[in-house]
């Protein structure tokens, strides 16, 4: 490491106001809040057939809408997470809150295809605040609780993707779609308030310029191999996630016959799969985190191929749904608890490298979901689907292999 890196390190050494311990009130205020910004995400995801024809999308283009706003969360997460580590936390929260805001309203405004999709990448650029109220709340949880405390606020966040899903579609069976950006904007609105309020104060010293700060996340990359396996696992298992959310909604109205409210009821059963958040912190503070993974990397696959079965109806994709998200939700949780035990001085950037690998393998799930689905069907898109998390379980075995040699 750099000299000018080593002094970025040594200057993350904190002056701020936070508590000695965290309440249960600020965990479960911190959940809400991760759900309610992570959610915009994915609020365009049931409802793309929707929006793509009134601003002239074709079908096959439709999932760049998912693709282009989970991309812009990855450049969010590389870019302007690190400014965590830089700057006053709280304030960061509110004025990406606040920005994001006016994205949606702009989103639910436009007409034009490339405006719609340019807002559609700015949402996901600047939702990037709840990956700086994660890393705050490891700094507020004393060591022994870090991983309950952790795994609590994820399923915060994790039921926000999912309950964003049958909120989205049914928001707009009520409103239309784009009712569901302007209700996003104004719970936006009203976090940002609440947030500049509520959250104590964190401010790192100041001795990096910014420059400095991203080359560093570079180099903790470099520096750690946890660091990479783990955002190796997660990011091909939100891969498969990703893929697997924006077609399953298509192929339930264009062949069970679903309407928007059924899809809504469908994305709902698949939220039971959050229960893995708290459970998945609590085996990484019991020492469990290589037993939880395997688990993980091997339901996620075989979920798929449940769901890829071609009889039984709709059944099958509602329990891949389930299997699917409970274990890329383990896998997540699990490994932002050993993400975080690295270097307590430097989570918001090490938390930076872990998130953009899982929103980078999002963005390309999605931008390959509508032609993969077009042009063979569910069956073999859905088996197609589980080679992706296969592959991280054979990383995953061959890597457990070598460290018993």
Same mark, same amino acid.
């Given at each position: 490491?750099t000299?000018?890196?080593?002094?970025l390190?040594?200057?993350?050494?904190?002056?701020?106001?936070?508590p000695?311990?965290?309440?249960?009130?600020?965990?479960?205020f911190?959940?809400?809040?991760c759900?309610?910004?992570v959610?915009?995400?994915?609020?365009a995801?049931?409802?793309?057939e929707?929006?793509a024809?009134?601003?002239?999308?074709?079908?096959?283009?439709?999932? %760049? &809408?998912? /693709? #282009?706003?989970?991309?812009?969360?990855?450049?969010?997460?590389?870019? =302007? !997470? @690190? *400014? $965590?580590?830089l +700057?006053?936390?709280?304030r960061?929260?509110?004025?990406?809150?606040?920005?994001?805001?006016?994205?949606?309203?702009?989103?639910?405004?436009?007409?034009?295809?490339?405006?719609? %999709? &340019?807002? /559609? #990448?700015?949402?996901?650029?600047?939702?990037?605040?709840?990956?700086? =109220? !994660? @890393? *705050? $709340?490891?700094? +507020?949880?004393?060591?022994?609780?870090r991983?309950?405390?952790?795994?609590?606020?994820?399923?915060?966040?994790?039921?926000?993707?999912?309950?964003?899903r049958?909120?989205?579609?049914?928001?707009?069976?009520?409103?239309?779609w784009?009712?569901?950006f302007?209700?996003?904007?104004?719970?936006m609105?009203?976090?940002a308030?609440?947030?500049?309020?509520?959250?104590?104060?964190?401010?790192?010293?100041?001795r990096?310029?910014?420059?400095e700060?991203i080359?560093?996340?570079?180099?903790?990359?470099?520096r750690?191999?946890?660091?990479?396996?783990?955002?190796?696992?997660?990011?091909?298992?939100?891969?498969?996630?990703?893929?697997?959310?924006?077609?399953?909604?298509?192929?339930l109205?264009?062949?069970?016959?679903?309407?928007?409210?059924?899809?809504?009821?469908?994305?709902?059963?698949?939220?039971?799969?959050?229960?893995?958040?708290?459970?998945?912190?609590?085996l990484?503070?019991?020492?469990?985190?290589?037993?939880?993974?395997?688990?993980?990397?091997?339901?996620?696959p075989?979920?798929?191929?449940?769901?890829?079965?071609?009889?039984?109806?709709?059944?099958?994709?509602?329990?891949?749904?389930?299997?699917?998200d409970?274990?890329?939700?383990?896998?997540?949780v699990?490994?932002?608890?050993?993400?975080?035990?690295?270097?307590?001085?430097?989570?918001?950037?090490?938390?930076?490298?872990?998130?953009?690998?899982?929103?980078?393998?999002?963005?390309?799930?999605?931008?390959?979901?509508?032609?993969?689905?077009?042009?063979?069907g569910w069956?073999?898109?859905?088996?197609?689907?589980?080679?992706?998390?296969?592959?991280?379980?054979?990383?995953?075995?061959?890597?457990?292999?070598?460290?018993q040699?």
């Amino acid at each position: 490491m750099t000299t000018g890196n080593s002094a970025l390190t040594a200057s993350t050494a904190v002056k701020n106001k936070l508590p000695a311990s965290i309440s249960g009130a600020m965990v479960a205020f911190l959940a809400f809040c991760c759900g309610a910004i992570v959610a915009n995400l994915y609020y365009a995801q049931p409802i793309v057939e929707l929006i793509a024809p009134e601003i002239g999308l074709s079908n096959a283009h439709a999932s %760049l &809408i998912v /693709s #282009l706003t989970q991309l812009g969360y990855a450049m969010g997460l590389l870019l =302007l !997470v @690190p *400014l $965590a580590d830089l +700057m006053e936390n709280r304030r960061l929260v509110v004025g990406f809150t606040l920005v994001v805001s006016l994205c949606l309203i702009s989103a639910g405004l436009t007409q034009s295809p490339s405006l719609f %999709l &340019i807002f /559609s #990448l700015l949402i996901g650029l600047t939702s990037v605040a709840v990956q700086i =109220l !994660v @890393p *705050l $709340a490891a700094h +507020m949880a004393p060591e022994e609780s870090r991983g309950r405390v952790v795994g609590n606020i994820m399923s915060g966040l994790l039921l926000g993707i999912l309950l964003s899903r049958p909120l989205s579609s049914m928001l707009a069976e009520a409103f239309g779609w784009r009712g569901v950006f302007f209700s996003a904007a104004a719970l936006m609105a009203v976090i940002a308030l609440i947030t500049a309020v509520a959250l104590p104060k964190r401010m790192p010293t100041h001795r990096a310029t910014y420059g400095e700060l991203i080359s560093s996340v570079f180099v903790l990359a470099r520096r750690y191999p946890i660091l990479r396996e783990r955002s190796l696992y997660q990011g091909l298992l939100f891969a498969s996630f990703s893929l697997f959310w924006t077609v399953a909604p298509i192929e339930l109205i264009r062949h069970h016959g679903f309407s928007q409210a059924q899809v809504a009821l469908f994305a709902l059963v698949g939220a039971f799969g959050a229960v893995a958040a708290p459970i998945a912190g609590r085996l990484a503070d019991a020492g469990h985190g290589n037993r939880g993974t395997l688990v993980a990397l091997v339901l996620a696959p075989v979920s798929l191929l449940i769901g890829a079965l071609p009889s039984g109806g709709y059944l099958w994709l509602v329990m891949c749904a389930i299997f699917l998200d409970f274990a890329v939700q383990l896998n997540m949780v699990l490994g932002q608890r050993e993400v975080y035990a690295i270097d307590p001085h430097s989570r918001a950037r090490l938390n930076a490298v872990y998130m953009t690998s899982i929103f980078v393998g999002g963005a390309l799930g999605s931008l390959v979901a509508s032609p993969l689905y077009e042009h063979f069907g569910w069956s073999f898109s859905a088996a197609s689907i589980a080679l992706i998390p296969s592959l991280a379980l054979v990383v995953f075995l061959i890597r457990k292999y070598r460290a018993q040699q």
